[in-house]
Every structure is written in structure tokens, then in C-alpha cells.
């Protein structure tokens, strides 16, 4: 079955260290997106693409990076991870630009110490 | 500023009971309507949406009620179980871009049996 998978699910980092995490779809959907989910804030929008190549920043992008080299796959980057960033992350895919329904992955949990 | 508010923050009903999560906007450039339902661990996964054409929209025990004229759209849950305790989130999209989804905070639904 197609599916959407973000690694690791856990992960500990410390302050100023750089952190990458992944996310992998087999939909073949051209958009995918990086949201983060925080008490009382409810779903950030981090960053998207709309395919190969493609980026945009969204809502909170500060701090974070993306790049989409193939359809499958669009990894997040912390250039330098801080506290503020602690956080639970989603990614999520969609088939078309209407974005009816976005597909998302089971989270990140990121604790930056 | 925040484009879809979300009340209450949490709820808690007994099993059978009626749960009614509230959700208003201020972008009238807004066509589309999803809940989103996220149970602990997981990624929230789409319920049930509207558009404005409508006012009503039931899918089983799911029914989406929408007053355009007082930017406002409801979430009822009939006959409340307790596989039903999650978070639910409401969300306002406008044609044209999935970046353009925006989620409220969300609400903690907790159905005691």
C-alpha cells in the first residue's frame, strides 16, 4: 500500500547542532509539506514544494531548511538547532495543488536539549 | 493573527452524549472546510469537509453544519463513543494552493464510557 514515512520518530539533539529529518512518500504526489505541532498553536505550516525543485516558505519557515531532488522524498533541515524548535513534526502529501486532502506522516518528536 | 478560531479547547462527554466543536473564520476567500481527526501518536488524517454551497453535511455520525453569513462551521458528533477521543482540528482552504490550508489549534476530545 502507498504510505507516508518520517524518521526517525524520536530523535534528541542538542542546542546548535544540525538536524535533519526525513520524510518519504509512494504516492507519487507532487506536494508535500512540513507542518510542526505545538500546544496552543495547533499546525504550523514549516515549508512546502509543489514538486521537483520546487520550495516555499511557509508560516515559520525561520530556522529551517528543505530541498526536493525527487517526488518521493522532501527532508527537513535545522541548520542549528534550538530549544525553540522542540517540537512534534509532520509531513504530509497531497495529490494536486487543491490541497482537498492532505496525507499525513505518523511524526517526528524532536527534543532539542 | 490567527485565521481560524477554534473553541473549545477541550471537551469531555459521556458515551452517547453529543459533542459540538465550534469553529469561526474571517477570510470569506475561504471555500473549503475539512476536519481533521488525530489520535495520540499518529498524524491527523482528514474526517469530513464542506463547502459553502451547502449548509449541511452528515456522513454517518459525523455532521458538518456552515452559516456562511455568520462565518461559522460546526463539527457534531452524535452518539459520542469512546474510539472517538482525539484531537480534532478545523481547517479553512482557499483555491489555489494547499499552502493556503490553515488549521485552527484544535480541540482534546475525551469520551468516558
Known amino acids: 500500500d502507498a504510505e507516508i514515512t518520517q524518521s526517525p520518530r524520536h530523535k534528541i539533539t542538542e542546542t546548535g547542532r544540525q538536524v535533519t529529518l526525513a520524510c518519504h512518500q509512494t504516492w507519487n504526489h507532487n506536494n508535500m509539506f512540513w507542518y510542526r505541532q505545538d500546544l496552543g498553536h495547533g499546525l504550523r505550516l514549516i515549508h512546502y514544494s509543489y514538486g521537483v525543485h520546487d520550495t516555499n516558505k511557509g508560516e515559520v519557515s525561520d530556522g529551517y531548511s528543505v530541498s526536493r531532488s525527487n517526488t518521493e522524498d522532501l527532508p527537513l533541515t535545522l541548520e542549528s538547532a534550538a530549544s525553540s524548535q522542540t517540537s512534534v513534526y509532520f509531513c504530509?502529501?497531497?495529490?494536486?495543488?487543491?490541497?482537498?486532502?492532505?496525507?499525513f506522516g505518523s511524526g517526528t518528536q524532536l527534543s532539542v536539549l | 493573527q490567527q485565521q481560524v478560531k477554534q473553541s473549545p479547547q477541550s471537551l469531555i462527554v459521556q458515551k452517547g452524549g453529543i459533542s459540538i466543536i465550534n469553529c469561526a473564520y474571517e477570510?470569506?476567500?475561504?471555500?473549503?472546510f475539512p476536519w481533521y481527526q488525530q489520535f495520540p501518536g499518529k498524524g491527523p488524517a482528514l474526517l469530513i469537509a464542506i463547502r459553502p454551497d451547502v449548509s449541511e453535511k452528515k456522513e454517518g455520525r459525523f455532521t458538518i453544519s456552515f452559516n456562511k453569513s455568520a462565518k461559522q462551521f460546526s463539527l457534531h458528533i452524535m452518539d459520542s463513543q469512546p474510539g472517538d477521543s482525539a484531537t480534532y482540528f478545523c481547517a479553512a482552504f482557499t483555491q489555489g494552493g494547499s499552502e493556503k490550508l490553515v488549521f485552527g489549534k484544535g480541540m482534546k476530545l475525551t469520551v468516558n464510557p
Open positions: 504530509a502529501s497531497s495529490p494536486g495543488t487543491d490541497g482537498e486532502k492532505l496525507f
Open positions: 477570510n470569506t476567500a475561504f471555500d473549503y
